[in-house]
């Protein structure tokens, strides 16, 4: 008796056993299964890109020089993919929300990033409670434009070259800038500034940089620091005057103002660029494609004309040549702010 008891309870367990494996075995194939659908949904939805609009998001403003370079991209682009592109506009510290925003998104082609050297190069090495490391956090597409720096002067200041400004500040005189803020692109240029030539170079930051051309307008401050854009009209009608450019050779709208180059500072060339990106991790083949879809759109001449009619020269690159850009001046500008020791919270 206690034998056959003891065949049945090892038959049962047997029988339990089988199930249990046989179960298993089920679990793992539902799994696989399912692993399996999402490659291939995955797989689908890039060779399918782009099945609905796609959306452009720019860390500044309405009406700013990156938020009009994006929306003359985004309508050659949506002509080239058959889809709408719309710009979104994520304002606030510096450029800092609206990166941060774009690097959390979905890594599928359908928002893309328009940055710059700020958010690229400069951000990440001024705030404490940064959340990304924007060199990772991006794929890079192409090369958008390129907007040059000048420097110029208040006519109450009664100095119209660069030279001469040198020569005085060698003299000990001491000199304010304006500046959109602390860490922009343009108060490292005036870091670099005084580094270069030994200058007393005093910043002055502004919240509203209009504020800060009007200052020196009137002779509250000396210079201003700033890509062409934004003083185009102030120097034209001669309430700036421009003293020096950072650009490499000298430029069709300036003839008559010098390069820092040509003032005896070989290596002294910095310009802001912008250009497009993905969060990491975006599908390579769709990389490329916009990628080529941008060089495309950059040797139309509407598109061209679009561009330099607000001061930006359109210049395109492949995503390896932009990637490598990003890494140089991440490094570069890196250099700029530890040595001038500028932090933000």
Known sequence: MKASVQRTTIRRGSVEQRAWHFAIRIVVGFLVAAVALAMQGEAWAQSDWP??????????????????????????LSSRIGQPVVVEDRTGAGGLVGTQYAAGMR????????????TQAIIGHLYRNISI?????????????QVNNVVSASPMLNIHSMATLIDEGKKGRSFTFATPG????????????????????VHVPYSQASTGYTDA????????????PPVA????????????????????SLPDTPTMVELGYPDFISVTWFALFAPASTPADIVEKLSRHVQAIT???????????????????????????????????????????????
């Open 133 to 145: 490391d924007p060199v990772a956090a991006f794929a890079g597409i192409s090369l958008i434009g």
């Open 217 to 228: 307008m009137a002779g509250r401050v000396d210079l201003v620091i700033s890509g062409l």
């Open 299 to 345: 040797t139309l001449e509407p598109y061209r004309a679009g561009m330099e009619k607000i001061w930006v020269s359109p210049l395109s690159s492949s995503p390896a040549d932009l990637d490598a850009l990003v890494k140089a001046d991440w490094i570069r500008m890196g250099d700029i702010i530890k040595s001038a020791n500028i932090v933000l919270p």
């Open 233 to 252: 009209s102030l120097l034209a009608d001669k309430r700036l005057i421009p003293l020096v450019t950072t650009a490499a050779k000298r430029l069709p």
């Open 182 to 201: 602390v860490g922009s692109n343009p108060h490292l240029l005036g870091a670099l500034l005084k580094q270069r030539t030994g200058v007393d170079f």
């Open 51 to 76: 099945s609905r609009p796609v959306t452009i998001i720019v860390p500044y403003s309405v009406g700013t020089a990156p938020d009009v370079i994006a929306r003359q991209l985004a309508d050659q």
């Open 107 to 118: 890594p599928d082609g359908y928002s893309l990033f328009l940055g710059g050297m700020d």
